[in-house]
Structure formats: structure tokens, C-alpha cells
């Protein structure tokens, strides 16, 4: 039966091997950040960018049921509200996920790889949901902070866990994986993301293939059979504690393997063969990039023997995550258009994919294709070059106009045609007026960046000027 409380005292004090206050009566939530933080919340007080310490007094105010703090901070914070003292906030917070973990009966799926976890979490999360209650990760919580808190924040009665894992230097994913203990784990894909801090790609595909080391005896690992590493991959499995490999894909020899694919501007539909079993179905967030992501969730399906027609019709109901190929028309000042928010994150591969469902966007009337582009960090010293290898693709795509943001970007600007040519600025802020001016009714407009690359203050802007206090809905093709 569901209980009110996600964590009672006498969890806490097993899980922590302290004495929980009097005044607890138990938690609702998990917080690490008091901007999120609802009433009923235990906050951990982590250090990190900044000192958790600083703002228990903030979490109390907001409704916080306890504080998990350091003790050797109990005295200066006393009397604000009860407390939990420990030796390290974060290696308690790693206790509280361990603890959980092993109390909960949940199948547990991980997830990495370069591109696509987030999209393919999210998903999982609605295919799960109509087989049992699911819980995941909340937006991308996949460090080592995130993971032990998402870990934490699982309800006993769960059915279903889905965990997403990143990385972006050598010897995070094993670890991590090792906290989750997944029944399947599954490598979306390897590309070259944060090459900067790994000494090739072939390091980034040994790094992605450690989530198979934290499998439970005898769980499954997902591979991408079209991927150029999947030898590699598959190495790494077969000395993992896995009881069986499946891939999936495009390629004749995937086990879960994608017949014929058929793209439309809000969906794509996908004949496949799922470990022999044929299926037609349709897949709500559209692109090529993301049919492979669509067979590899039909197989996490089939690794947990669900249903799978059920499964594949659950799938028609997934929508691209904001800032990740979030579709929506926005009108005002006369006209009306597309926008694509593609602004959370970007590297060469996300970056393609989203010129090519830009290229398959239609456009109404006069209207043009034009690319948004920001600079896309932690690509090394091949950056520059990187970012300029883009032009074929704009090319190939026949996009209209590019308008360009950063310094890295410069370098792709300045070698297109002057028909191309929109504006750049060294800042994505300073693209803004330029944009706006240009823009004509009928028009399609991709934003994607590098999340530090601040391409999502367009986006903002542009919903701003345009949006006129309407409900944006998704647009239908």
C-alpha cells in the first residue's frame, strides 16, 4: 500500500545509522536545491558550486520537514528545525539511494550514451507508466549528485525505475552504474561528445560501455548495432555480469531490428522486427535520429517480457522534451511560425540530426528554413574544425538562412555563401533583434546550442515577442 511518506524516521535511522529527531515525523521529498525545493522535503545540504549550509535556514522557511546536514554545522543551525547530522551530506545522500535501492522491488533500467538519454528516459518513463508506476530521473539528473538523489527519491512501491547516467570524464559511468544495480542497461549511442577530456573516441565508448559492469547477475544489455564501436560495446558486455546481449537498430543482424521507417513533420512510424516479433507503430517525437531510440525502448520492453504491441502503442504518445525538439507555432506581430527549441545541448551528432529534422519541418507559404546556431563546447582541439564541418549538411538540407552565435561558430559563418548568411554575434543574446527582423510568415526557425552556450535566451525572447499570452500547443502536421 502507498504511504504518505516517501521516507519514515525508522528508514532514515536504518538507512543513516543516526537518531532522527523527535519533531520528524517523516519526509514527502528529497531536495538539494531550496528553488525546487515543496513543502514536506528533507534538503541536503550538499557543497558544491555553492554551500548547501547556507540555505537551510531558506528550506526551513519554504516548508522543509528536516535537514541533512554536516555536524560539524549542527551547532551554528540549531533551533532552526530538525536536523540530521552526518559525517558528509553526500555520502549520506549516496546511503539513503543505497538503501532505497536495495529495499524497493522495482525492475531498474540505466541509460547513457553521447546522444539521446534524456529524450529515450523520458520516454521509457511514459512506455513504463502504462505497465506499472515508474519513476525516473527528473529532467537530466545524471551525475553524481543526481543519480543517488533520483535513487533516494524512489517510492517503495514502484514497479519500475528508469536512470539515466552521464559523463563527461573518464570514470564516472562505473561507479554510478554501481549505485543504480540495473536489470537492463542500454548505450543509446557513442559519438564525439566531450572529446576534450577523453584521449579518443574509442576511451568515450569504453567509459559509455561501463554502465554494463554495474548490471545485476544476469540482467541485459542494450546495444546499438549501427554504431561503428558496437564491437567494442559488446566486448565490454560479454565480460559484464549481463545474461544476455541484444542490439538494436537498423542493421540485418539487430535483434531488434527497424524493417521500414516512415518520417512525418510530428511523428515517425516504423515497421520492426522486435526479437522476430513484426510491428507497426508509430513514434510520437519525429526524426531519423530518434527511430533507433524508439527500437532500443521495444527492447527494454522485450528484455522485461512485457507486451509488446501494448508497449509500441504507448510510444505514439512520446513528445520531444523542451529544449529538445519541442515543436510549437507561435504568432504575433503579423505573422506566424515554427519554432524547433533544440536549445538545451548540442555537439556534432545532436547537431546534424536537427538540421536534418529542420530540412523535414515543413514551411508555409513564402516562408524559409533558417538554423539558429551556438557554439558547441567540450569538442577539444578539433572545435573549430568541428563546428565548420557543418557546412554540408547545411548544404545538404537546403537550409535557407543561418543565423550563428559564438566564437566557434564564427569560423562555420564566415565559410558560407553570402545567400546563407543571416547574422552572427559573439553573443546568442545579440542574435535577437537580427533575428526578429528577418523573420517572414510561414517560416521554420531550429535553436540549438550548447547549454552554455545560452541559446535558450532566444528561444525565451522569441516566445516572448511572439507568443501574445495564447496556449502554445504542439503543432499538428
Not at 515543413?362 to 578539433?382: C, F, N
Request: glycine share 10%; aromatic share 6%; with cysteine.
Amino acid at each position: 500500500m502507498s504511504t504518505a511518506w516517501l521516507w519514515t524516521p525508522a528508514q532514515l535511522q536504518d538507512a543513516l545509522g543516526i537518531n532522527a529527531p523527535e519533531a520528524l515525523t517523516g519526509v514527502r521529498g528529497l531536495s538539494i536545491d531550496t528553488r525546487t525545493l515543496d513543502a514536506g522535503d528533507l534538503f541536503v545540504a550538499l557543497r558544491d558550486v555553492r554551500d548547501g549550509h547556507d540555505f537551510v535556514e531558506v528550506a526551513f522557511a519554504k516548508g522543509a520537514a528536516a535537514a541533512l546536514i554536516d555536524q560539524n554545522r549542527e551547532e551554528a543551525l540549531a533551533g532552526l528545525g530538525p536536523l540530521l547530522p552526518v559525517a558528509d551530506p553526500l555520502t549520506a545522500l549516496e546511503a539513503l539511494g543505497a538503501h532505497r535501492r536495495a529495499e524497493a522491488q522495482a525492475q531498474v533500467l540505466a541509460i547513457t550514451g553521447s546522444v539521446g538519454k534524456t529524450g529515450t528516459k523520458e520516454a521509457l518513463r511514459v512506455m513504463l507508466s502504462a505497465f506499472g508506476s515508474t519513476h525516473a530521473s527528473a529532467a537530466s539528473y545524471n551525475n553524481h549528485l543526481g543519480v543517488p538523489l533520483t535513487l533516494a527519491r524512489m517510492p517503495l512501491e514502484s514497479q519500475y525505475g528508469v536512470y539515466e547516467i552521464g559523463t563527461n570524464h573518464p570514470g564516472e559511468i562505473g561507479p554510478l552504474s554501481h549505485q543504480v544495480k540495473p536489470h537492463i542497461a542500454l548505450v543509446t549511442t557513442v559519438e564525439k561528445v566531450h572529446i576534450e577530456n577523453f584521449p579518443s573516441e574509442e576511451a568515450i565508448a569504453d567509459e559509455k560501455a561501463e554502465i554494463y559492469g554495474g548490471l545485476c547477475q544476469g540482467g541485459v544489455a542494450l546495444l546499438p548495432r549501427d554504431n561503428r564501436h558496437y564491437d567494442r560495446l559488446q566486448a565490454h558486455a560479454a565480460r559484464s555480469p549481463a545474461g544476455r546481449l541484444l542490439s538494436f537498430g537498423m542493421h540485418a543482424e539487430a535483434d531488434i531490428r527497424g524493417l521500414d521507417v516512415s518520417l512525418f513533420p510530428d511523428h515517425s512510424t516504423i515497421t520492426a522486427s522486435v526479437c522476430g516479433q513484426r510491428l507497426v507503430f508509430d513514434f510520437g517525437a519525429p526524426g531519423q535520429h530518434l527511430v533507433n531510440n524508439a527500437l532500443a525502448m521495444l527492447g527494454c520492453a522485450s528484455a522485461l517480457g512485457l507486451d509488446l504491441e501494448k508497449a509500441a502503442r504507448r510510444l505514439a504518445q512520446v513528445k520531444p522534451p523542451k529544449g529538445r525538439g519541442e515543436r510549437l507555432t507561435l504568432q504575433g506581430h503579423g505573422l506566424a511560425f515554427t519554432l524547433l527549441d533544440e536549445s538545451y545541448n548540442a555537439n556534432p551528432a545532436s547537431m546534424r540530426a536537427a538540421l536534418a529534422l529542420l530540412a523535414q519541418t515543413p514551411v508555409r507559404g513564402q516562408g524559409r528554413r533558417i538554423a539558429v546556431m551556438g557554439d558547441m563546447l567540450e569538442l577539444g582541439a578539433d572545435a573549430e574544425l568541428l563546428h565548420r564541418g557543418l557546412a554540408p549538411s547545411l548544404e545538404q538540407h537546403a537550409i535557407d538562412y543561418v543565423f550563428a552565435a559564438g566564437p566557434l561558430m564564427q569560423g562555420l559563418y564566415e565559410a558560407l555563401p553570402a545567400s546563407r548568411k543571416g547574422a552572427w554575434q559573439a553573443r546568442a543574446e545579440d542574435l535577437i533583434a537580427p533575428l526578429c527582423a528577418a523573420l517572414q510568415a510561414g517560416d521554420v526557425v531550429m535553436v540549438k546550442g550548447s547549454f552554455s552556450s545560452r541559446m535558450g535566451e532566444v528561444v525565451k525572447a522569441l516566445k516572448a515577442r511572439y507568443f501574445e499570452g495564447a496556449s502554445l500547443r504542439p503543432q499538428s502536421s
